[in-house]
């Protein structure tokens, strides 16, 4: 399992996203809902400028259910790319101005440090991110994020059974799919 806690002081440190821990960042309009909904188990950043937070969670922690991640993905960002950096405030920057941490209340720290654990704070995400709109469905055809603006409804018949599902216009295109009578989108 990994572990890993802030540098020590009060200190900020620009950090490689991708060595030690991927991010997962959000808008910081979701903190109080988060929160509300119970998560307080792991430590975030807080970075006032941005208007955003940041969790750390285990390199490839986001890669068990990708599709999970995907539909909320115009709400909350992944990043795993190692040519990018973050500024990590160390472990005794716990308020502003700047980036700091914000640690539950009575927090002993959590049994993987300053990381949190990514399926649990996506079931949080999840849930908070509906303020924000619905998340993407998924075309029928690629199995990618398929947003209001970018899908139609599509009849899709296999075998006997003949049903409506949802579809980027150029994958039905592709795949010869009709459109659906009316649009019901959800
Ligand atoms: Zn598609």
């Known amino acids: 399992m990994s572990i890993w806690f802030p540098p020590d002081g009060d200190g900020l440190s620009e950090m490689q996203v991708g060595r030690?821990?991927?991010?997962?960042?959000?808008?910081?309009?979701?903190?109080?809902?988060?929160?509300?909904?119970?998560?307080?188990?792991?430590?975030?950043i807080v970075c006032p400028a941005d208007a955003c937070l940041l969790w750390l969670v285990p390199c490839g922690g986001t890669d068990h259910y990708r599709w999970g991640w995907?539909?909320?993905?115009?709400?909350?960002?992944?990043?795993?790319g190692r040519h990018e950096h973050i500024p990590v405030p160390h472990v005794e920057r716990t308020g502003g101005p700047g980036p700091h941490w914000d640690c539950p209340d009575f927090w002993p720290g959590g049994?993987?440090?300053?990381?949190?654990?990514?399926?649990?704070?996506?079931?949080?995400?999840?849930?908070?991110?509906l303020v924000l709109g619905p998340p993407a469905l998924c075309c029928v055809v690629c199995e990618q994020a398929?947003?209001?603006?970018?899908?139609?409804?599509?009849?899709?018949?296999?075998?006997?059974?003949?049903?409506?599902?949802?579809?980027h216009?150029?994958?039905?295109?592709?795949?010869?799919l009709q459109e659906a009578p009316a649009e019901h989108d959800p």
């Not at 216009?169 to 795949?175: G, I, K, N, Q, V």
């Open 70 to 80: 995907e539909r909320i993905g115009r709400y909350v960002t992944v990043r795993t």
């Open 20 to 44: 030690w821990w991927d991010v997962v960042q959000a808008p910081d309009t979701l903190s109080r809902r988060i929160r509300s909904a119970g998560f307080v188990c792991a430590a975030h």
């Open 111 to 129: 049994p993987r440090g300053y990381l949190t654990d990514a399926p649990a704070l996506l079931t949080a995400l999840e849930v908070a991110s």
């Open 146 to 167: 398929a947003w209001p603006e970018t899908r139609q409804q599509v009849v899709v018949s296999r075998g006997l059974t003949t049903y409506l599902d949802y579809a």
């Open 169 to 176: 216009p150029l994958c039905a295109r592709a795949a010869r």
